[in-house]
């Protein structure tokens, strides 16, 4: 167990960097790396955890840019949505959806450039349709954050505003997964509890070196380096199930 302990702490150190940098990809870095190693259920409850602390860490760093108003607009419709989008899956469906979710970011990725200047209007209005919608795609397509993330980038907001509130966003919904796994009877084994003693802190660092980076990418940039990642997260999707990577 000790080789798992410190591959997951140098997992979550580069997960939480590259989430931090992008506003997402901390579960989709560490979800199947850990599940080479560990069960299913105890990989979800184990990277839930780690997710959490990233999202303090994150508005730690951020919280000069939270948007409250738009956390309200756009979180809360998230949560609701997600539970309902969740409720439409069945396990038939996963290889055709996981794809489809690929399309989706790369087709919006696409839209954002290919229209110059293309803007969504920041309003209590779109602020709660993109939640909706946000929540509704992440619960079918199980993927959070990137989706999350193409509306937030769709609104052109500042970089400290778009990382400081998605991460009060997704604080929420990670602290409510972690509830409903607790609830459920999920646990780790002993030695993972304790490795959280390395994880949190190689999370702190890896946070605070992406934070250190986003400071240093010109505004101006900063949606190509979101999109970037998200092409990149569309593909993997895109190719997952007919490829099995």
Known sequence: MIVEILSITVVSFIANCVGTISA????????PILLLFLPFS??????????????????????????WRLFMYFGIPTVVATFFGAL??????????????????????????????FQIPNNWV?????????????????????????????????????????GAISLVLDSTRMAVYLWDGIRLDAPL??????????????????????????????RAVVSVFLVVVGIKLLLTPWLGW
């Open 126 to 166: 779109t602020s709660m349709i993109g939640g909706l919608l946000s929540g509704f795609f992440a619960g079918i397509f199980g993927i959070r954050g990137a989706v999350r993330s193409v509306f937030m980038a769709a609104f052109d907001l500042h970089k400290v505003t778009f990382i400081g509130t998605t």
């Open 193 to 222: 509890y304790w490795g959280f003693a390395l994880f949190v802190p190689a999370s702190f660092l890896g946070a605070y070196l992406g934070s250190r980076v986003v400071h240093r990418i010109p505004q101006h940039n900063f």
């Open 88 to 117: 439409l899956v069945t396990p038939e469906q996963s290889m055709v959806l996981t794809s489809l979710m690929g399309l989706f970011l790369i087709f919006s990725v696409a839209i954002m450039h290919v229209i110059e200047n």
């Open 42 to 67: 105890q990989t979800i409850l184990l990277v839930c955890g780690v997710h959490w602390f990233h999202d303090v860490f994150k508005m730690s760093f951020f919280r000069a840019g939270i948007d």
């Open 24 to 31: 997402f990809g901390v579960g989709t870095i560490m979800t």
